[in-house]
């Protein structure tokens, strides 16, 4: 059984930084690209940022280019995104996902990931 569980979300100051972690078990992580999404309340779930297997190829929302950074550790299983410079519209549930089948390929729509976490709340205040 694949799952992917979240963690460093929290509150922070605008302008600030935090970096979130997803751990994937169950399934060789080497395998599989890696989204984060996020959802704030009343919107869409939006793409954030999406890592290939190797962790040598990244793609990034236009609305955090710049600011955040995707990145991996597969001896680990866990991929990162960094993300700072925090703004109040950075405030959502983010949450990380699992493509097994084009893991070479980091892709921005949700309808290519077919694992997911439980979110994790980030919360940027003004």
């Known amino acids: 059984q694949v799952q992917l569980v979240e963690s460093g979300g929290g509150l922070v100051q605008a302008g600030g930084s935090l970096r979130l972690s997803c751990v994937l078990s169950?399934?060789?992580?080497?395998?599989?690209?890696m989204g984060w999404f996020r959802q704030a309340p009343g919107k869409e779930r939006e793409f954030v940022a999406a890592?290939?297997?190797?962790?040598?190829?990244?793609l990034y929302a236009d609305s955090v280019k710049g600011r955040y950074a995707v990145s991996r550790d597969n001896a680990r299983d866990t991929v990162y995104l960094q993300m700072n410079s925090l703004k109040p519209e950075d405030t959502a549930v983010y949450y990380c996902?699992?493509?097994?089948?084009?893991?070479?390929?980091?892709?921005?729509?949700?309808?290519?990931?077919?694992?997911w976490g439980q979110g994790t709340q980030v919360t940027v205040s003004s």
């Open positions: 169950g399934r060789a992580s080497g395998s599989v690209a």
């Open positions: 890592i290939n297997w190797s962790g040598g190829s990244a």
């Open positions: 996902a699992a493509d097994p089948l084009a893991g070479w390929l980091p892709r921005d729509s949700a309808d290519a990931y077919r694992y």
